[in-house]
């Protein structure tokens, strides 16, 4: 059997890592197609060789543009991979252009689609990731949900008989990571200049659309980090680097030290090195769940709700309605005692895809 698997953005590619582990247990023939959505080496080429991918087997060379452009410029370009390969299925993953540029190139060519990370909801449809997932939901045949969570959803949108539970491939990755960096002990590397990895400090990121694209919105989350009490380290997405250049706005003011993205091992060493994480995105949530940091969402609602139980995350959408105090005790406030549970499954979620996909158990082990 052959499936070909598409990506393109930083958080497929992690996802990536241990589907590409997986089918390597396997005698199925997994073909990797790389947009180049993000083409950036801190966005791309850090995580094939730091989470041991295989070398894209197609790279489309797509880059950035407008969400039409780039996602137009996808489907084309996919026309003739896939009718050179004939997979037995494609599989995308998450909720990036990437994702709903592979799932609709593949329906119009016949083709069986597989949606990872399907059904999860924000309900907020200004946010390009919700019409994404919303659309390559509809279009696939396969539904791979996460949560109990999404299979409600999908169910609630008469989805329920194209879905299944596999667990979150995240975990399987997380988990590995932070075995490998407790065995061998050292302290974070790669942080900001002036972040001093002994000393209590914050982890942010910040790169999602309705936060870095509305000039007075940005400034005032800026505003709010450099006030915090202890150092916030910003590693800093090409968008948000972006961002504030065209809207004159400095990003290293107050506490605020900005830094790259870094590798996943350092990032996964660089939560476990931090007192809590405040950010915008989706794994890095999760990731902070998982690793037993509290973290603060900069939005209004999040997709992974379970995180928020027993106060694990907390969502703050306008951090300057909390008022200075509440919005520093907040960020800064220690981590819950009450133990995580696993809603994101054990670890295995990975194989789980293999064997649904393969319709088959045959892994080597
Ligand atoms: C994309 C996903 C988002 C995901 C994020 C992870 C969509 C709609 N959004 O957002 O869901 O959370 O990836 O990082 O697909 N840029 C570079 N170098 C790169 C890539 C981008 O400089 O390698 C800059 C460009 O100015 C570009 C901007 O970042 O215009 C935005 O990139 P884009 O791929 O459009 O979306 P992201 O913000 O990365």
């Not at 996460?146 to 975990?171: I, K, N």
């Not at 932070?178 to 061998?184: E, L, P, T, W, Y």
């Not at 989350?221 to 090409?238: D, E, N, Q, R």
Request: net charge negative; aromatic share 4%.
């Amino acid at each position: 059997m052959k499936v070909v698997s598409i990506v393109g953005a930083r958080p497929q590619l992690v996802k990536l890592a241990p589907i590409a582990a997986a089918f390597a247990e396997t005698t199925h023939h997994h073909v990797i197609v790389h947009t180049g959505q993000h083409y950036d080496a801190d966005l791309s080429d850090v995580f094939f060789s730091g989470l041991g991918i295989p070398r894209p087997d197609v790279h489309l060379g797509i880059g950035s543009g407008s969400h039409g452009e780039q996602t137009g410029r996808i489907l084309a370009a996919l026309d003739p991979v896939f009718a050179a390969q004939r997979p037995d299925w494609v599989l995308v993953y998450g909720d990036t252009n990437s994702t709903l540029a592979g799932a609709v190139a593949a329906v119009k060519m016949h083709l069986p689609v597989a949606h990872l990370e399907a059904g999860l909801r924000s309900f907020n449809r200004r946010m390009p990731e919700e019409h994404n997932r919303v659309l390559t939901d509809h279009a696939a045949d396969l539904l791979l949900a996460p949560t109990e969570e999404a299979m409600g959803h999908l169910r609630a949108e008469g989805l329920g008989s194209r879905a299944t539970l596999v667990g979150d491939v995240m975990v399987d990755v997380c988990q590995r990571v932070r075995d490998r960096v407790h065995a061998d002990g050292e302290p974070p590397t790669g942080l900001p200049e002036g972040v001093d990895p002994r000393s209590p400090y914050l982890l942010c990121t910040l790169h999602r659309a309705e936060n870095t694209d509305d000039p007075r919105r940005l400034a005032a989350l800026v505003a709010a980090l450099a006030a915090l009490p202890v150092p916030v380290a910003l590693l800093a997405h090409p968008r948000l680097v972006g961002r504030a250049a065209e809207q004159g706005l400095k990003l290293e003011q107050g506490a605020i030290r900005v830094g790259r993205p870094l590798p996943y091992a350092e990032m996964v060493r660089a939560v476990l090195g931090s007192v809590g994480v405040v950010t915008d995105s989706g794994g890095l949530q999760k990731e902070a769940y998982l690793l037993g940091r509290p973290c603060t969402t900069l939005r209004a609602e999040t997709e992974w709700v379970e995180t928020l139980h027993d106060d694990w995350n907390r969502l703050v959408a306008d951090p300057a309605a909390l008022g200075a105090d509440a919005w520093a005790e907040t960020a800064t406030r220690r981590a819950p005692t009450a133990p995580q549970g696993t809603p994101y499954g054990d670890g295995h979620a990975a194989r789980r895809v293999v064997r649904v996909l393969t319709g088959s158990d045959s892994t080597k082990e």
